[in-house]
Each structure stands twice: as structure tokens, then as C-alpha cells.
């Protein structure tokens, strides 16, 4: 049975999280938090892959930036990395999950194809701690970048993600708010664990793919979604008209190897997830939701 470590699967981990049940559906999952193995010790990294016998790696650790700054993190982030790729010669696979950020933000993204990488270089730090990644990446003979453009559902933070923060939104009656209408590509993460799944069972031709729907839709579609499910005829709040620069990918190279993804449709994922805050109401401070964008 393969062993897996998987990394940031604590309650602050998102993707994590969500993968970790489904994992070990199959899988050994070791899912220690990071008081338990820091990831910038690289003597620590090691003796804990050997004791565990760990043949494979997926990362989606990342550092908060609730109590530090973004020099620090991408620092965090940077000497993760680089102890996993310094120890993934005795690993099967290093899977991590890269972001379209590596494509600079300061520029459109429509339908943005993997080749398209280098365009520009990212200026902000989040952006170019994961296009130094993909660049490693793409030069190793183990390591792969599944890159995630916008993804959302359970365990995600409510107060700052829209979707989840639109949901709780009409769940307590307020106002849905945009900052300002552009095209996104949202990948529900219910969806993400059959593509790790092929990953790991599978060799790509590729050390880097982008991991979308390929199926843009706009914000203000979405918050239309979310009325629709609540059944609310609440007010939609845009604080700044026109459009703001597409987010979107093209999805071309995952689907030449795995074939067509079978995804959730938009309405049905956004209803799962809006039945999950209901379920959990009493744990969304309406004070708190009140004051988010």
C-alpha cells in the first residue's frame, strides 16, 4: 500500500483537509500538523519520511500569513519546498499544488495554457514563490505542480473566499457583496481528489498542469447562483463597476491524458456547499460575517 505524507491537512488546511478522508480511502496517510513535523528542518523532514517509510509526498502546506508578512512566507514556503525536493530522490512522487498567480496577476488570464508560463514575471511574492517552483519542477524527474486557479468548498475561509463567504452571506440575510465583476474559473474541491488520485496512479507526461474546469463563469453568475439556491431576493452590493482582468485556464493538457473530468456542475456544488453552512450555522459569527467585503 503506498504510504503518503500529506502536508497542511490541519484545520487551517483547506485542500488538505478535503483530500485527507479520500486518501485514506486507498492509501497509509500520515497527515502530522506542523508542531508535529516542521517542514523547514530539513534533518526532521528526513528521519520522519524514513521512520514512516513515506514513498510519496503531497504538499499543500503553506505558510499564514495571519502572523507574518509575505517576505516571510514565501521565505516558509520556499525552504519547504526545497527540503521536499532535496529528499525526493528516495520518493515515488512529490505532489504540490502550484496557483495561477505564477501567470502574474497583473495581466489577464483568458483560457491561459501551461505554455503560456514566463509571459511575465510575477511581481508579488505569493506569485513568484510558485513560478520558482514550477521552474524546479519542471526540471526534476519526480515532482508535478497541479496549478489551482480559483477552487473552493467546506473547511475554506469563509470570512475572505467568495463563494463560502456568499453563502453565509444569505444564509443570515445579508447583502452579497462584489468587489468587482471579472471572469474566474472555480474548480470545487470534491472534484480535485480523483484528478491527485490519477497522479498517483498514473505517469504524466508533464511536470506541471492546470487544474481548472475550463468552464469560466462570472462573478456576478455566481452570486446569481447563490440567490437562486437560498431563495432570497437579496440586494447584490458591486463596489466597482466594469470588469476586473480575467482568471481563467484552459484545462487542454490534463484532459489529452486523463480524459474529459467529470465535474460538478456550478448550481449543484454551490448548493452542497450552502446546505454545509446551514448544517453548521451556530460556527459563523454573524457579527464577524457582517464586516467582511
Known amino acids: 500500500m503506498r504510504r503518503i505524507l500529506l502536508t497542511g491537512a490541519g484545520p487551517r488546511g483547506f485542500v488538505g483537509q478535503n483530500l485527507a478522508p479520500i486518501l485514506r480511502e486507498r492509501y497509509e496517510v500520515y497527515t502530522p500538523s506542523s508542531q508535529e513535523l516542521n517542514l523547514c528542518d530539513y534533518d526532521l523532514v528526513a528521519r520522519y519520511l524514513d521512520e514512516c517509510r513515506i514513498d510519496t509526498v503531497i504538499h499543500s502546506a503553506l505558510q499564514s500569513l495571519v502572523h507574518t508578512g509575505p517576505e516571510d512566507a514565501m521565505l516558509h514556503d520556499l525552504q519547504m519546498f526545497y527540503n521536499l525536493d532535496k529528499l525526493s530522490g528516495q520518493l515515488d512522487k512529490v505532489l504540490y499544488f502550484g496557483s495561477g498567480a505564477e501567470f502574474d496577476k497583473r495581466f489577464p488570464m483568458e483560457n491561459i495554457r501551461e505554455e503560456d508560463i514566463g509571459r511575465s514575471i510575477p511581481t508579488w511574492y505569493y506569485g513568484l514563490e510558485k513560478y520558482i517552483m514550477t521552474l524546479h519542477a519542471r526540471k526534476s524527474r519526480n515532482i508535478y505542480n497541479l496549478r489551482l486557479f480559483g477552487i473552493f468548498g467546506k473547511y475554506e475561509h469563509w470570512q475572505s473566499k467568495f463563494i463560502s463567504n456568499l453563502c453565509c452571506k444569505a444564509m443570515y440575510d445579508l447583502p452579497l457583496s462584489i468587489r468587482q465583476n471579472c471572469m474566474f474559473d472555480y474548480l470545487y474541491v470534491e472534484d480535485l481528489a480523483p484528478i491527485v488520485l490519477w497522479f498517483l496512479e498514473h505517469e504524466p507526461k508533464f511536470h506541471d498542469y492546470n487544474v481548472c474546469t475550463g468552464r469560466p463563469v462570472s462573478l456576478r453568475e455566481i452570486a446569481d447562483v447563490?440567490?437562486?439556491?437560498?431563495?432570497?431576493?437579496?440586494?447584490?452590493?458591486?463596489?466597482?463597476?466594469?470588469?476586473?482582468?480575467?482568471?481563467?485556464?484552459?484545462?487542454?493538457?490534463?484532459?489529452?491524458?486523463?480524459?474529459?473530468?467529470?465535474?460538478?456542475?456550478?448550481?449543484?456544488?454551490?448548493?452542497?456547499l450552502y446546505a454545509y453552512y446551514q448544517a453548521c450555522k451556530e460556527k459563523i459569527p454573524f457579527e464577524e460575517l457582517r464586516r467582511t467585503e
Request: glycine letters at 8%; proline letters at 6%; a negative charge.
Open 226 to 272: 447563490v440567490l437562486e439556491i437560498s431563495g432570497k431576493p437579496l440586494p447584490v452590493e458591486v463596489a466597482k463597476e466594469g470588469w476586473n482582468l480575467a482568471y481563467t485556464a484552459s484545462c487542454g493538457r490534463l484532459e489529452a491524458e486523463m480524459g474529459p473530468l467529470k465535474l460538478h456542475a456550478l448550481k449543484d456544488a454551490v448548493e452542497e
